[in-house]
């Protein structure tokens, strides 16, 4: 029995050759895995990336569009005020009105035009106009009707002018959701110029 232990013992690997053994069946990653795992993560990180900007480019057009609305409902907004307190016109034109207001001293004539793409408010006896709004494209502001909705022309009796349409295309930049200039209508009522049957008229500042 002893001999037979002793041989069985001989029989056994030393511990560096049974060592050497494990690091010579440990496999490892071989340079073209590598390579390809670099390959791989950079594709993924130029997707990720680029979707990234996209989503960043839509967010800001839309965030200028949403600005851009602002403006020019700001706008209309005035021209809303100023026509409905509208008393007489003096001249006017699909591009330009000339009027006088309840709302400013007797004699004083406000002016709004369109001209080179930009809306204006003038005021006398100011030299120049307040812009109300740019990057305006199209060239007719005005359309004047009357109670019938035919046509109503400068010139004739403002007693008979009853709605005043204000048309503004605005130049917007595309995004994903919007096809580029955005057209906005407005209907304004004159309250002020004698039209038979017509609103109550604003009372005038004391």
Known sequence: MGENMKTDLYALPDIQTYAHRLVANRKGFTLIEVIASLVLIGLIAGLGGLGLIQGLQAYFLSMENVT?????QLAMNRITVELQRME???SGSAGTLTFTS????TGERCTIALSNGTVT???????????LLENVTNTD????????KTAW?????????DQIAVTMTVHREKDLQDSGDQTYVTIITPRNNGLPNGPSPNPKPV
């Open 68 to 72: 851009e609305n602002q403006r020019v």
């Open 102 to 105: 309840i709302s400013r001293p």
């Open 121 to 131: 408010l003038q005021v006398e006896p100011a030299a120049t106009g307040l812009v």
């Open 88 to 90: 007489t016109i003096v």
């Open 153 to 161: 022309v400068p010139g004739n009796d403002v007693r008979n002018l």
């Open 141 to 148: 502001l005005f359309r004047y009707l009357r109670i019938d």
